[in-house]
């Protein structure tokens, strides 16, 4: 069984800029959460998806968004970057919703803001 | 609100030794789980063990074992048997077994240990 995927893995841009990162989850799997890992503030959550609806979401701006499809794959977008941004955007996915279940991770979306 | 230290930055064992990793937490909560997690220079976060809180029984996977002290809230993880491919940064992370909606499904990570094998 393939693993979960996100596209694309290395990402330049300017402050000021949007971007829209994507994850594939495993098959099967029908929840896709978010995490930003930075080396100052370690790895955060962002947003948990479930069945194309926000379950949760962490204490991040409006400018950070996300969206889950029928398919179970997510995108998530951060408008108006700012150089704060810069970080490494990991995705994981789980059957559901429960607590119970185990996240499983993507390799990640390594975004730079120049 | 949970929180998840782990008090070592940086940690190195010879080839073929053990070494144990510490990670303490804080909660209110009575049941929980607790995860370690490797992420390798590939950045590719990877499971290595689970513990559900209801259980007394310490988790082991291969060369890979926790010492979950529930009443002191810690969680160690011991790796035997060190092999070059261990090299990584090591998180501890927490969840809540709560089913209750809002903002609890998520994990809540410490900062990590480094950990390199010498040869």
């Known amino acids: 069984k393939a693993g979960v995927t996100q596209t694309p893995r290395y990402l330049i841009k300017t402050r000021g800029q949007q971007v829209t990162l994507s994850c594939s989850p495993i098959s099967g799997h029908r929840s896709v959460s978010w995490y930003q890992q930075t080396p100052g503030q370690g790895l955060q959550f962002l947003f948990e998806?479930?069945?194309?609806?926000?379950?949760n979401k962490g204490n991040f701006p409006g400018r950070f968004s996300g969206r889950q499809f029928s398919n179970s794959r997510s995108e998530m977008n951060v408008s108006t970057l700012e150089l704060g941004d810069s970080a490494l955007y990991l995705c994981a996915s789980s059957r559901s919703q429960g607590t119970q279940e185990t996240q499983y991770f993507g390799p990640g979306t390594r975004l730079l803001v120049l | 609100a949970q929180t998840v230290t782990q008090s070592q930055p940086e940690m190195s064992v010879q080839e073929a030794e053990t070494v144990t990793l510490s990670c303490t937490y804080d909660?209110?909560?009575?049941?929980?789980?607790l995860f370690w997690y490797k992420q390798p220079p590939s950045r590719q976060m990877i499971l290595v063990i689970r513990q559900e809180a209801y259980k007394q029984q310490n988790a082991t996977e291969n060369r890979f074992s926790v010492n979950f002290q529930k009443a002191a809230k810690s969680f160690s993880l011991k790796i035997s048997d060190s092999q070059l491919g261990d090299a990584a940064m090591y998180f501890c992370a927490y969840r809540t077994a709560l089913v209750n909606a809002g903002n609890n499904r998520k994990l809540i990570w410490g900062l990590g240990t480094s950990l390199a094998v010498n040869p």
């Open positions: 998806y479930f069945s194309e609806t926000q379950r």
């Open positions: 909660t209110s909560e009575s049941d929980y789980y």
